[in-house]
């Protein structure tokens, strides 16, 4: 996607959370998910090893856009930015378990 539109990371990661918005309480727990009222919410699943295949990135957007990621990991539980930002690229790349692009 970078190298057909010129975007940046940075701003892929922006689309997929906008597109992804109203999905990303199930992208986050596809197994479910329990607590988020009196204890912190989490996903039910399997205690599983790191997944190898992903990959460490880097990106750049303003001050403002990281209040508003870290605002979305607070209200909706995610573990952290990466973990809310993988949960958006998934629901925004793979639809239905097929690449989108």
């Not at 699943?45 to 001050?63: C, G, I, M, N, P």
């Amino acid at each position: 996607m970078r190298a057909s539109t010129g975007m940046t990371n940075g701003q892929i990661f922006i689309v997929a959370i906008e597109e992804t918005h109203d999905r990303l309480p199930e992208l986050l727990y596809p197994g479910g998910r329990i607590g988020g009222g009196l204890f912190a919410a989490r996903g039910i699943r399997a205690k599983t090893s790191r997944d190898d295949s992903e990959t460490q990135v880097t990106y750049r957007l303003f001050h403002a856009d990281f209040d508003v990621i870290d605002h979305l990991v607070a209200e909706l539980g995610a573990k952290s930015r990466s973990h809310l930002i993988a949960a958006a690229l998934t629901g925004y790349f793979f639809k239905d378990d097929e690449p989108a692009i």
